[in-house]
């Protein structure tokens, strides 16, 4: 199942709109993969969910 709240047209967030350390980012089953979410290799049963982040990841959940 992947999730995405997007509304075309109305609502747009691009790389860098909320600084230098925003962007959008992906999490599986709770954690952030170290890979693009192009490059994963998507598994029966997993909860992809994208979210924009404006502090690297940090104000979303993922600190390195």
Do not use: H, R
């Amino acid at each position: 199942l992947i999730m995405m709240l997007y509304e075309a047209k109305k609502y747009q967030l691009y790389e860098k709109d909320c600084g230098m350390q925003s962007g959008w980012m992906y999490s599986v089953n709770g954690a952030f993969p170290n890979v693009g979410s192009s490059s994963y290799k998507v598994k029966t049963g997993d909860k992809i969910v994208f979210a924009y982040t404006c502090d690297m990841g940090e104000d979303i959940g993922n600190s390195y």
